[in-house]
């Protein structure tokens, strides 16, 4: 049997859920050939632990090169490739890791096609087990190098983005909006409007620390590194979904959202269904863990598959809601805190109990900076803080950066006359941060203080740069 044919088979099938329907034929099927096959489905492994000899690197080099070595009019060829994110990435917004996926998938198969290495399994950077980028996209002859990048092979990215603590926060999240990122504000899938946590935080961090030109762009896909960040995001959707047995959103925009921005291995347009992409790692490929403390997932393929496709409600009910409605502006160098009125002990329900409810704070309004040298972290109660601030300081309560595209923004605004320069959203989850001020006794009854910091990315001239916001939104949410 060919290997991994179910999206061969299923480009002669229209329709949504085509993809689902082929994969449980083949389940209750009985096919025994198939099994196998999905037994033995490749493994994707961490970059960092494979030497510049081992064959995933030897695959993943002459995949680069190949695609590099097409002609202009094939999709794909390596600049057509990055195009597709150029035009098509959706950021923000819960649509973010089911599109990533599926453009990885292709990717590979295209991988796969253009080596021969029929069986190659696309690596990931583990960014919490190795903060620097990998010593194999550093050798300048290699076609894995890309001349643009700010850092160098020992520059490690912040503990404040991909640190074990931090991730561990992010997948001990149980909604799926918290985790991956909410509904698109405004039908704007391109610009981030409601960016979760794993998006907000380790992914933009790390696009943005590589460099301000190809990995901090929507051009990104042109530094192979980039196809192994994305990578280690699906891991980490895998372990959060998965072996944790979290639900995605079963809200039908996002199950039936179909993309149809992919070329496969002979450079024919594929589409995917959302859907589908949460079935993904369980037929066509698995990870090496990639998680702090990864625990495997107790159900069978079954009862795995009818999980997945399942979902859950992922809105939450909120009990009680306090706004600051005026604009907080912080400079590099320059903090700035927004004050919001709250009542007393507003929040002791949700700091006492844990997991369905939680005291979510919502940044918006958010200009995206046209220089983009450094990212924000988040204080509460506290106002005398500073970039040299520990985030072990109890009132810390997390950090996000931005990921944007000048060129694509100015796309954006010569189609779309009203559409002006477009504004982010980031929702954090400051639970933790409440409950241990709670316990020391520090949170003060009648308003809470919400400090922006902005931090500079190592050895990047960000004097001047600014982050501006026009809402800050408390929120007592239940799951
Ligand atoms: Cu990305």
């Keep these: ?72 009019n094939d999709p794909r060829n390596w600049h057509n490739q990055a195009n597709i994110h150029f035009n098509n990435c959706t950021h923000g917004n819960w649509f973010f890791l089911p599109w990533h996926r599926g453009y990885l998938l292709y990717f590979e198969r295209i991988c796969r096609q253009l080596t021969g290495d029929s069986k190659f399994a696309l690596p990931y950077w583990n960014w919490t087990a190795h903060p620097a980028v990998p010593d194999v996209f550093w050798d300048t002859s290699s076609p894995l190098y890309d001349p643009n990048r700010g850092v160098t092979q020992t520059t490690q990215a912040d503990p404040s983005w991909v640190g074990a603590p931090v991730i561990q926060n992010i997948l001990s999240q149980t909604n799926f909006e ?28 790390i696009h943005g ?59 024919n347009a594929a589409s995917i269904t959302v859907i589908d992409t949460v079935l993904y790692p369980i037929f066509l490929y698995q990870f090496e863990p990639c998680a702090p403390n990864e625990i495997q997932s107790k159900k069978t393929k079954a009862q795995l598959q009818q999980f997945l496709k399942q979902g859950a409600p992922s809105k939450w009910q909120v009990s009680k809601h306090f706004e600051l409605a005026q604009s907080v502006r912080a400079e590099v160098g320059k903090t700035a805190t927004g004050s919001i009125k709250i009542e007393p002990n507003a929040f002791s329900g949700a700091l006492e109990s844990s997991g369905k409810t939680a005291v979510v704070l919502t940044l918006s309004e958010v200009e995206i900076p046209e220089k983009r040298d450094f990212f924000v972290r ?102």
């Design 209 to 267: 620390w590589i460099d301000s030109s190809d990995m901090g762009s929507f051009m990104s896909p042109l530094d192979p590194v980039f196809w192994t960040h994305h990578n280690m995001l699906d891991c980490l959707w895998v372990d959060w979904n998965i072996n944790l047995g979290n639900s995605n959103t079963n809200d039908p925009s996002w199950v039936n959202q179909q993309f149809h921005d992919f070329f496969d291995e002979n450079g």
């Design 178 to 205: 918290l985790f991956a990122s909410g509904p698109p504000i405004g039908g704007q899938l391109h610009f981030a409007t409601n960016t979760g946590m794993l998006e907000g935080n380790p992914h933009n961090n």
């Design 1 to 72: 049997m060919a290997d991994f044919d179910l999206f061969s088979r299923r480009d002669f099938m229209k329709g949504a859920g085509a993809f689902s329907a082929v994969v449980l034929a083949m389940w209750t099927g009985g096919c025994e050939a198939c099994l196998k096959q999905i037994q033995d489905r490749p493994m994707r492994k961490n970059i960092a632990n494979l030497s510049a000899s081992d064959p995933i690197v030897q695959t993943y080099k002459a995949a680069v090169a190949a695609m590099k070595g097409l002609s202009s």
């Design 378 to 479: 988040v204080f509460l109660g506290k106002r005398d803080v500073s970039a040299q601030t520990p985030i072990e300081d109890p009132h810390y309560a997390g950090s996000f950066a931005f990921f944007s595209d000048e060129a694509a923004m100015k796309k954006h605004q010569a189609a779309d006359a009203a559409a002006g320069r477009p504004k982010a959203g980031f929702i954090v989850n400051i639970t933790p941060t409440l409950r241990k001020l709670s316990q020391a006794g520090s949170l003060s009854g009648k308003a809470l203080d919400v400090t922006l910091v902005p931090v500079p990315y190592e050895h990047r001239n960000a004097v001047g740069q600014q982050v501006i916001l026009g809402k800050l939104d408390l929120k007592l949410a239940s799951f």
